[in-house]
């Protein structure tokens, strides 16, 4: 079966960075475009970025553009996310996300990690 195992996550004070890790497994990596996705308390889930399965082509929403950075290692089935110049307002769990064959992004929590959390709070 499909397993993402997200790592990285902890406290970072305001303007800080984060790196993340996903790490993949029970399918073909580097056939799937990949995401990352993040619930802050309360919220909805929200795709925060995306890359294509060659790792050429990266997608993210408006909050984290110029700050977060999508890659990938398909040699390792891993998916990385970049977090610079962090805000309170990032303070949520992070889900790893596999593209669907409808074109979107499997949401928080659809596979069998827990997620990793991130506080930004000085």
């Known amino acids: 079966q499909v397993q993402l195992v997200e790592s990285g996550g902890g406290l970072v004070q305001p303007g800080g960075s984060l790196r993340l890790s996903c790490t993949a497994s029970?399918?073909?990596?580097?056939?799937?475009?990949m995401g990352w996705n993040r619930q802050a308390p309360g919220k909805e889930c929200e795709l925060v970025a995306s890359v294509s399965s060659d790792g050429h082509t990266t997608k993210y929403a408006d909050s984290v553009k110029g700050r977060f950075t999508i890659s990938r290692d398909n040699a390792k089935d891993t998916v990385f996310l970049q977090m610079n110049s962090l805000e309170p307002e990032d303070t949520a769990i992070f889900f790893c996300a596999r593209e669907t064959p409808l074109g979107d992004f499997s949401a928080c929590g659809d596979y069998w990690g827990q997620g990793t959390p991130v506080t930004v709070s000085s």
């Open positions: 029970g399918f073909t990596f580097s056939r799937y475009a």
